[in-house]
Nanobody
Framework: QLQLVESGGGTVQPGGSLRLSCAAP????????IGWFRQAPGKEREGVSC????????IYADSVKGRFTISRDNAKNTVPLQMNGLKPEDTGNYFC???????????????????RGRGTLVTVSS
């Protein structure tokens, strides 16, 4: 059964950096579009970034453009999300998902995803 595992979350001060990682033991991520999403307490789930199959294209939410970078590490079978210049509004539970579509989207599909992880908590606070 496909299971995604996120890691790398933590507590940082505004302006700090974190590097999240999305792993899928026993499942090859490269052929699939992988999205990173986040949800803060009391807020709607929000798409953060997505990378297309085999690294074909990336998209970002306007709120994170220029600060976050999504990539693929095919050797490690992971999808990292480098987050720089973190702001308090970036606080939330970040999770990754394998999309059914080969096209990247930032809206969490109403029809669901192939699989998603439980997430890793990011807290940005002084």
């Amino acid at each position: 059964q496909l299971q995604l595992v996120e890691s790398g979350g933590g507590t940082v001060q505004p302006g700090g950096s974190l590097r999240l990682s999305c792993a899928a033991p026993g499942f090859t991520l490269e052929p699939y579009a992988i999205g990173w999403f986040r949800q803060a307490p009391g807020k709607e789930r929000e798409g953060v970034s997505c990378v297309g199959p085999s690294g074909r294209g990336t998209i970002y939410a306007d709120s994170v453009k220029g600060r976050f970078t999504i990539s693929r590490d095919n050797a490690k079978n992971t999808v990292p999300l480098q987050m720089n210049g973190l702001k308090p509004e970036d606080t939330g539970n970040y999770f990754c998902a394998v999309l059914y579509s080969s096209d990247c989207i930032l809206t969490y599909p109403s029809y669901g995803v192939r699989s998603r992880g439980r997430g890793t908590l990011v807290t940005v606070s002084s």
